[in-house]
C-alpha cells in the first residue's frame, strides 16, 4: 500500500476569490495534478487530502492573514478533486498531523511510500514531510505536482525536502 497526501488542495489557493489564490502557478498546478490523480490506483493507494482549518482568531498567525476561516469558501475543496479523495482531513497548522487522526490512520496502513502533492512547498508540504520522516517513512515529492507563492519560496521547500529531510524529489 501507498498513501497520496494533497496537502492544500482547496479553494482558498485554486479559487480566484480565495483568499491566498496563486493564479497562474495552480491553474498549470490543476492540470498536471488531475492527470497525478486520475493514474493512481485506488486499489493500491490510500489518498488523503489535508486542509487548513481556521478559526478566526487563531493566534497562530500573528504575523501574517489568516486564511481557511470556519464558514468561508476558502476551505472548500474544488470539485475536481473531489473524486480522487476519500478522506478529508482538517488541521490548523502548515503541518498534516497537528490534532489531525492522520498519524493513526497511516500506522494502519504501514506504507511503502508516501507521496506528497499541493501547495506550499516550503510550509504545508515541508512540515508535512518532515512529519512523515520522522516517523521513517520513505517520502516522495514531485516537483511538478507541488508549487508556492512565489519561486524563491518554491525552491527553498524543494531544497529543504531534498537536502535536509532527504525526501526523494523526482
Known amino acids: 500500500m501507498n ?6 488542495l482547496q479553494k482558498s489557493y485554486f479559487s480566484k476569490t480565495g483568499s491566498k489564490y496563486l493564479g497562474d502557478r495552480v491553474d498549470v498546478l490543476k492540470i498536471r495534478l488531475e492527470g497525478f490523480l486520475k493514474s493512481v490506483d ?4 490510500a489518498m488523503y487530502l489535508i486542509r487548513e482549518v481556521h478559526q478566526p482568531n487563531d493566534k497562530f498567525y500573528l504575523n501574517s492573514k489568516t486564511h481557511a476561516i470556519v464558514g468561508t469558501e476558502d476551505i472548500e475543496v474544488p470539485e475536481i478533486f473531489k ?12 503541518g498534516a498531523f497537528y490534532k489531525t487522526p492522520l498519524d493513526s490512520e497511516i500506522s494502519k496502513l504501514k506504507p511503502q511510500t508516501v507521496y506528497i502533492i499541493g501547495v506550499e512547498t516550503h510550509t504545508n508540504v515541508l512540515f508535512t514531510a518532515e512529519e ?5 517513512y520513505p517520502v516522495t515529492v514531485y516537483e511538478a505536482l507541488v508549487t508556492a507563492e512565489d519561486d524563491y519560496q518554491h525552491a527553498l521547500g524543494i531544497s529543504l ?8 524529489v523526482v
Open 83 to 94: 473524486a480522487y479523495f476519500k478522506f478529508v482531513i482538517n488541521t490548523t497548522r502548515p
Open 132 to 136: 512523515f520522516r520522522n516517523r521513517d
Open 42 to 45: 485506488p486499489s493500491t493507494t
Open 161 to 168: 525536502l531534498s537536502n535536509t529531510l532527504s525526501v526523494q
Open 3 to 8: 498513501v497520496v497526501i494533497g496537502c492544500g
